[in-house]
Nanobody, 122 residues
């Protein structure tokens, strides 16, 4: 019912910035939360940030607080993840997601983008 397409991943040097985009379509009325997760090979999918769809409150993982910012543009049906002061530890495949409950665990998200690679290296 909901389709998500994430994009914007690239290779960047440490300290650089990048903005990811997640364009959504379909029936968004039932969605309560949208967020971003990231994953590296052999590791569990990690929560990055989420935004409450009705109230707009954002919640960030400790590892990205002060560096990442989530935002949305309803006119463009797009959620963004602005990433600043990037570190090598931020290297991962990033996924946007939408869910019915405002939680931080991946199991609460029913819809996922295809993922976009972010690589931070010298």
């Amino acid at each position: 019912q909901v389709q998500l397409v994430d994009s914007g991943g690239d290779s960047v040097q440490p300290g650089g910035s990048l903005r990811l985009s997640c364009t959504y379509s379909g029936d968004i009325l039932s969605i309560q939360v949208m967020g971003w997760f990231r994953q590296t090979p052999g590791k569990e999918r990690e929560f990055v940030v989420r935004i409450n769809w009705s109230g707009g409150s954002a919640y960030y993982a400790d590892s990205v607080k002060g560096r990442f910012t989530i935002s949305r543009d309803n006119a463009k049906n797009t959620v963004y993840l602005q990433m600043n002061s990037l570190k090598s530890e931020d290297t991962a495949v990033y996924y946007c997601a939408a869910g019915f409950v405002d939680r931080r665990t991946p199991s609460h998200y029913a819809y996922w983008g295809q993922g976009t690679q972010v690589t931070v290296s010298s």
